[in-house]
């Protein structure tokens, strides 16, 4: 009789339910700290928008374009000459944007932030979405997570301006990898004149494999719009360490 009013079994919806409040209190805290515009509802909008693209499909055919609908309920505004990519960087980006402001990567961005490291799927005719028993990123090309990180990813290219910064591992023989993010997705949406140059930092541990010759970066030059100007820097993980740990360090002193 206590869960009488509802539609599915208990458990299920309960289940359901904890994912919604996950994503609705990770909106909330997000919108609290960043000061955005945003109404009363925006968070219930997020969230209606996100499940609208994957509940009910089958976990390996949700293209890219079903988050569409979440990318307008969102519009993101361009952080112009403040965006920073990544690849294979994961750890030292997400530290570097966490201890200064100067740069915002995707996942300091709403729908980055709420959707970081979670998993989520549902299933054909279903109501519902799970965390676990989802399929893997590469199991099948079109599942909920990947589908959602490629057309974000794109978003957020699509709106780069001025200068934009790419943190790229140097300890890699393939700092710039044909099937990563950055390569399919990202650096096909920047275009000039809205973006005017493309700042690589490849982080290096000394003694490495890549530099600012690697193939790699040859294609990544090959492939960019050439009208956008492309600049390579090699940077010790160390000073960018020091940075990151020393509060008075200003931005620019990080390489
Ligand atoms: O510029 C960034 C950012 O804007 C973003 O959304 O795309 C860029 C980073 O993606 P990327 O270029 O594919 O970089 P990576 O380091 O190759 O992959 C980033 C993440 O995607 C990984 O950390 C994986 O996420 P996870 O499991 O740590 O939460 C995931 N990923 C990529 N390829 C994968 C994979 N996970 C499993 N198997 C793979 N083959």
């Given at each position: ?28 805290a ?14 219930e ?12 499909r089958?976990p ?39 201890a200064?402001k ?87 949406k ?66």
């Amino acid at each position: 009789i206590a869960f009488g009013h509802r539609s599915s079994g208990p458990k299920n919806d309960r289940f359901a339910g904890n994912f919604k409040t996950v994503i609705i209190s990770k909106c909330k805290a997000y919108l609290g700290l960043n000061e955005e515009q945003s109404s009363e509802n925006t968070c219930e909008k997020v969230w209606d928008a996100f499940s609208g693209a994957y509940v009910g499909r089958d976990p390996c055919d949700v293209p890219m374009e079903a988050y569409d609908s979440l990318i307008h309920a969102v519009n993101p505004k361009a952080a112009c000459n403040r965006m920073l990519f990544w690849s294979q960087t994961k750890d030292i980006v997400h530290q570097f944007t966490e201890a200064k402001k100067c740069l915002l990567t995707l996942e300091d961005t709403l729908l980055g932030f709420i959707m970081d490291n979670l998993t989520w799927c549902s299933k054909n005719g279903s109501k519902e979405t799970f965390s676990t028993g989802c399929p893997g990123w590469s199991e099948c090309e079109k599942n909920p997570v990947r589908s959602f990180w490629n057309r974000v990813s794109a978003a957020f290219a699509e709106s780069a301006c001025g200068e934009v910064t790419v943190m790229l591992n140097g300890s890699v023989d393939t700092p710039f990898r044909a099937n990563s993010i950055f390569a399919s997705i990202e650096v096909k949406k920047f275009s000039s004149p809205k973006m005017r140059a493309l700042n690589v930092i490849l982080v290096t541990r000394g003694n490495d494999t890549a530099n600012c010759e690697n193939d790699s970066l040859q294609n990544l030059q090959a492939v960019l719009d050439p009208t956008l100007k492309y600049t390579c820097t090699e940077v010790h993980r160390s000073k960018i360490m020091d940075c990151i740990s020393d509060p008075d360090k200003p931005c620019g002193a990080c390489w």
